[in-house]
Every structure is written in structure tokens, then in C-alpha cells.
């Protein structure tokens, strides 16, 4: 089992920035791809960015370019520094990871843009 614990949400206003952090534990030998996802109010979980464990990295269109996500597997943390945010961005955002093709979520943390 893998546990997930993220940490750096909260209220910012739109424009500003805001880095999230995620720390895996438990059995955590070799986790694979590495990533956030959002849900809005009344919306879907959408995908936000992932990285593998090499390093090779994709976004959504609606974040490229203002979102980066880095991990540190010695740490077992991975991160999403979120620039230029802008409203739209406001949701529960998840850590997530795979290994051995099994998903693992974190609880969430709220990400509030106020414009």
C-alpha cells in the first residue's frame, strides 16, 4: 500500500502562485508515473500534469505553460508549482500514483483563485 499526503493548498488571488507538495510512504518501492489531478465543483477529475519516473513530463492545454511538476525519488515527493493562476484553476487537487498498475490517491487540497 501506498499512502499520498499532499500539503500547500489555499486562497491566493489570480495571478499569484502557489507550490503543492505530495509525500508518498508505505510500500513505495519503485512508483511509477507520478501526478495532479483537479476537481472543480460539479465537474469531472481532470488530469493537471504527470511525470514518469525518468523525468518525462505532460500537462493539460489549459495549464501548459504556467504549471510544473517535478518529483525527487529520493524523497518520494512529487510537486506542482502553479504560476499565473487564474480562477478557472480554483479545485480539490489530487496526488496521484501508480505502481505496479495499481492507482493510488491523496485526500486532496483545496486551491482557491479569487479574482
Known amino acids: 500500500q501506498v499512502q499520498l499526503v499532499e500539503s500547500g493548498g489555499g486562497l491566493v488571488q489570480a495571478g499569484g502562485s502557489l507550490t503543492l507538495s505530495c509525500r508518498a510512504s508505505?510500500?513505495?518501492?519503485?512508483?511509477?508515473?507520478m501526478g495532479w489531478y483537479r476537481q472543480a465543483p460539479g465537474k469531472q477529475r481532470e488530469l493537471v500534469a504527470r511525470?514518469?519516473?525518468?523525468?518525462?513530463?505532460n500537462y493539460a492545454d489549459s495549464v501548459k505553460g504556467r504549471f510544473t511538476i517535478s518529483r525527487d525519488n529520493a524523497k518520494n515527493m512529487v510537486y506542482l508549482q502553479m504560476n499565473s493562476l487564474k480562477p478557472e484553476d480554483t479545485a480539490v487537487y489530487y496526488c496521484?500514483?501508480?505502481?505496479?498498475?495499481?492507482?493510488?490517491w491523496g485526500q486532496g487540497t483545496q486551491v482557491t483563485v479569487s479574482s
Open positions: 496521484n500514483a501508480i505502481q505496479n498498475y495499481r492507482e493510488y
Open positions: 508505505g510500500s513505495i518501492f519503485r512508483i511509477d508515473d
Open positions: 511525470i514518469t519516473r525518468g523525468g518525462s513530463t
